[in-house]
């Protein structure tokens, strides 16, 4: 049986990928948030998973208004690092886990979640930049990695109650697959930030680092917390912190053993978190 054996949680902003990706994170600027990561990265490489599912919201660049799934899963062999503007992040591509994903939105389309099946699909610095924290500048990713998109750019936005359970039917989705698989579940996005209008740049350490000790110590209880006070406490783009939901609600029901805990303020317009929870059994 497959199982998930921790999860991993951090923001995702683009510049952090720029500054890799042009050598820049040994400026002072970088130097701090990346010593944040170095853990992280020695972590992963003693318990690196057979697969990733990997949590994230794509901004615009796969998807668009012309459509908008609330929740998608890829299931293709492949996915290519999007160009966002500036052409593709010079990252490896990424390999998917087409059986698993598959596996996956059987049991959690049959537990009424209703997903959109992603054959096809680039992915955007909400996907590699989480990658290339954790896993470093590499010619290979890995392991394969299995993304699971989530909409939280466009109005209306899953609730995080709904993201919680969401992650729990894909915990019971992943003991139920018929391999011996170690499967780490990623949350990310946020934390606190705001891009445009008359708030941009807020930032708020104090309701971030509530937020993780709660998402540690009583995640169901975070779970409803309701989407307005994320925008209004943690700024427009803050929303995009109930998609950790969807990785804690996958974790056990005992408590977590925390591997890594790091918050950082600022990476372009954002406060950086970072969590890495253990499953204790
Ligand atoms: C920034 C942060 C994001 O989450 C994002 O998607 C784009 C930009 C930023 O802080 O620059
Ligand atoms: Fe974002």
Redesign the pocket.
Same mark, same amino acid.
């Not at 923001?11 to 510049?15: E, I, K, L, T």
């Not at 990476?267 to 954002?270: C, I, L, R, V």
């Given at each position: 049986m497959a199982r998930i054996t921790a999860s991993v949680y951090t923001?995702?902003?683009?510049?952090i990928g720029a500054a890799l990706d042009l050598g820049k994170s040994g400026d002072d600027y970088w130097k701090p948030l990346f010593a944040g990561y170095e853990p992280s990265k020695a972590w992963f490489k003693e318990n690196t998973p057979d697969v990733i599912f990997l949590v994230y919201n794509d901004?615009a660049t796969a998807f668009s208004l012309d459509m908008i799934p609330t929740f998608a899963i890829g299931c293709a062999a492949e996915y290519k690092p999007a160009d966002e503007g500036w052409g593709p992040r010079p990252v490896p591509t990424v390999k998917g886990h087409a059986e698993l994903a598959s596996h996956i939105a059987q049991s959690v389309i049959q537990d009424d979640f209703d997903l959109t099946i992603v054959n096809r699909m680039d992915v955007d *610095?909400?996907f590699t930049v989480p990658l290339s924290l954790i896993c470093g500048q590499v010619a290979e990713w890995p392991c394969p990695v299995i993304p699971f998109a989530v909409n939280v750019v466009q109005y209306p936005v899953p609730s995080g109650r709904r993201c919680f359970n969401l992650g729990r039917a894909i915990r019971k989705a992943v003991s139920l697959y018929d391999e011996p698989l170690k499967v780490q579940i990623w949350g990310t996005?946020g934390m606190s *930030?705001q891009?445009q209008g008359p708030r941009a740049g807020l930032i708020n350490r104090e309701w971030d680092n509530r937020f993780l000790d709660r998402l540690i110590a009583e995640p169901e209880k975070l779970a409803d917390t309701p989407h307005l006070e994320y925008v209004q406490q943690a700024g427009s783009?803050g929303i995009?912190l109930v998609m950790w939901l969807i990785a804690r609600g996958a974790m056990s029901d005992l408590p977590p053993r925390v591997a890594h805990r790091f918050y950082h303020v600022p990476?372009?317009?954002?406060a950086v978190g970072h969590l890495i929870l253990e499953n204790s059994q």
């Open positions: 923001s995702h902003v683009p510049a901004h *610095h909400g996005g *930030h891009l783009e995009e990476a372009s317009n954002t």
